[in-house]
Every structure is written in C-alpha cells, then in structure tokens.
C-alpha cells in the first residue's frame, strides 16, 4: 500500500475520491488476507515453540501456527475440556499418555501410509502405544533418556557409567536429584539389578532405603529448571535423572557439560504428535504433523533451543550437524536403545504407594 500512495499524483480536488478508493481497496485487502490466512492451533511443549522450527512450515504454507505451551499431559487434557470443540488442531503429547487420549475419544486416525514410520528407530515406533485396533493415532516424534549428565572436568567421565557410583561416599554432596519420581524409582531398580516392571509394593521397602541412601549424597532436588541450573553453575557436578535434553542446549556455552546412559541402562522417554479428533483442519494438521516428521523437521526439533532430543525419523542424521550429533550421542543411540527401558507405569494404587516413597525421600 505505502508504494501506491507513494505513486500518487493527484490534484486535491481528486484526493478525496482517492482517499476514498484506498479506503475500499484496503478493507478488500483485509477481507483477502484474513480468508488467506489460514490458522492452525496447536498444544506443544515447550520445544515446538522455537521460531527456527515452526517459521518454515508456516512461510511454506501461507500459515499461521498458533501456539500453546503447556506441562503435564492433565493440564493439556483440562485447556481442551474447558475449549469448544474444535479449538484445537495438533497435539504433541507424552507417549506413556498416548492409549488414555485414544481412549477418551479425542485423536483422529492418522495416515499411516502417509508418514515415514519405516525411517524411525525400531524401539521408539512403539505401534503397541500408538495404534488401537489396527489404526494409527499418533506418532513418536522425539526421544531421549532420563540417565546421568555431569561436568566431566569435575568428575571421572569413567565413573558416570556405574550407577552405583553415585550411591557412594566419592561424589558425596555433589549430585542433584531431577525430581520425577517415575523415571527416577525406574533408575534405583535398575541400579538394584531390576527392571522397572519388576518394581512392586513388595519391592518397595528396599527402594525406598536406596533412595534415602542417594539423598544423603544429593546436594539438592529440583525439577527440570533448578536441578539443570545447579548442573550449570556448578552447585552440583552430577544429575541423575537427566541426559541429553538437560546438557546438550548448553554445551555451546558449557562444552564441559556432557551425559551418558549407564552400564545398567537408561530410561526412555518419548514424545508424539497427533491430531485432534475434532479439528476443522485434519488436512492441514496432518500436513504439520508431516513436516515435523521429515528429515528437515526432525532436525529443527531435536535441536530446539529449548531442549534437545533425538528425532525419531533417522534420515534426519543427514541433517543434522557432526557437533549436533555428538551432542546427542547419535552413533551410540544402537546400544543405548538396546539397554534403555520404557517408563514403568504402575496401576493405580501401586502408583499412589510410589507417590508416598517419594514424598517421603523428599522430606528426608
């Protein structure tokens, strides 16, 4: 508009017709531009808010993704009860979470043949989760561990890959502990000689003495922004519970901060992406959905500035950068899949027992 009323070269006695004219023109305009714009609404964490991942899809497609970030897959699952149906288009959700959504009702079928499901990593595909009575709901789109990161000019990298050398005096009140009970009840049985499905209420009594035995050596326990800062400005050398999404942002800045899955195994984590069963815009949300599970996608998302993760889809190593990929430890990621459990999740009053150890190595 500036360039056409720049080109004018009226008298005043026309100004006014053409004031006018600009007028109607501009509203035509708007009208256009607001049926060209299409909107599309997404629930995400706080990696899918990055700029550098969303910018494309949306220049791409004539788009806007509207964007809203949310922790705890309750917190998302009340914004959608307290939303009109079809507010919401795309939704990127814990993997354990997936069979409750499906169940409630709120995801749509997902194109299978139409998504890159061949070029993800075997264990992460996890069809078992994903797909309900041969229909497919969702997709994992991003992986990593809760295992041990560390400052490996302060501790002996060697040392990080025993768990049980947390457990004793050497690295005494220098360990923060990630506050989750789930991924980290899951890391005291595997340094007990379980897996995380053996943990019972039988089991529990000893678990709970490895917990409070871990406490007296933690200098602090902290969720996700406390217990990563203390790792960063040095108020403790170790995380456990942590991995690559609690470094790898900050090795740019911090090179001395690393992780590694221990020699008992790791715990897995993985996120999904799927669509809202009553979004007016399926065809554009599968789009999204499509791009953020390409090769392209993947690597913007593993690397977003909020936190790493691996991506799902393996074409996205062709991507990613030599010191992106040593950061998420990529030409490990066979072995690490291979000693790495799922998250153990415990029926409910099992769980509830769980939430009481916890609160109690918390007060200890």
């Known amino acids: 508009m500036t360039s056409c009323i720049r080109g004018l070269q009226r008298r005043p006695a026309d100004l006014r017709g053409a004031l006018l004219g600009l007028t109607a023109l501009s509203a035509a305009l708007a009208i256009s531009s607001a049926a060209a714009a299409e909107e599309l609404n997404a629930l995400v964490w706080c990696d899918h808010t990055d700029p550098a991942l969303i910018a494309p899809f949306e220049e791409a497609n004539g788009v806007t993704v509207n964007l809203k ?156 922004v406390s217990s990563t800062t203390a790792l960063a400005t040095g108020e403790a050398d170790i995380l456990i519970g942590g991995g690559e999404w609690a470094v790898a942002v900050m090795q740019a800045e911090n090179p001395d901060l690393d992780w590694v899955l221990p020699d008992q195994g790791g715990i897995l984590w993985a996120q999904s992406l799927a669509v809202f069963k009553d979004s007016k815009k399926k065809d554009l949300a599968v789009k999204f959905v499509q791009y953020i599970m390409s090769p392209e996608g993947q690597a913007r998302l593993a690397t977003s500035s909020c936190f790493w993760g691996m991506p799902a889809n393996k074409k996205a190593g062709a991507v990613l950068t030599d010191a992106q990929k040593a950061a998420l430890r990529w030409d490990e990621q066979e072995g690490f899949l291979a000693k790495s459990y799922r998250y153990f999740i415990p029926d409910a009053e099992l769980d509830a027992q769980m939430l009481d150890v916890w609160t109690e190595f918390l007060q200890h």
């Open 69 to 224: 970030e949310y922790e705890g897959t309750g917190a998302a699952l009340a914004i959608v009860e307290q939303s009109q149906p079809g507010d919401w288009d795309v939704f990127v959700i814990d993997g354990v979470d997936v069979p409750r959504v499906v169940e409630a009702g709120l995801l749509a079928e997902l194109p299978a043949d139409q998504l890159p499901l061949a070029d993800t990593f075997d264990q992460v595909r996890m069809t078992d989760v994903t797909h309900k009575d041969g229909k497919m709901y969702a997709i994992m789109e991003k992986f990593g561990y809760n295992v041990v990161s560390y400052n490996k000019t302060k501790v002996d990298p060697a040392d990080m890959r025993d768990l049980t050398t947390l457990w004793s005096d050497k690295y005494k009140g220098r360990i923060a502990v990630y506050d989750y009970y789930i991924p980290l009840m899951d890391l005291v049985a595997l340094k007990m000689g379980m897996k995380p499905d053996d943990i019972s209420a039988d089991t529990l009594p000893a678990m709970k003495e490895e917990l409070f035995k871990l406490k007296e050596n933690a200098a602090m326990v902290g969720e996700v």
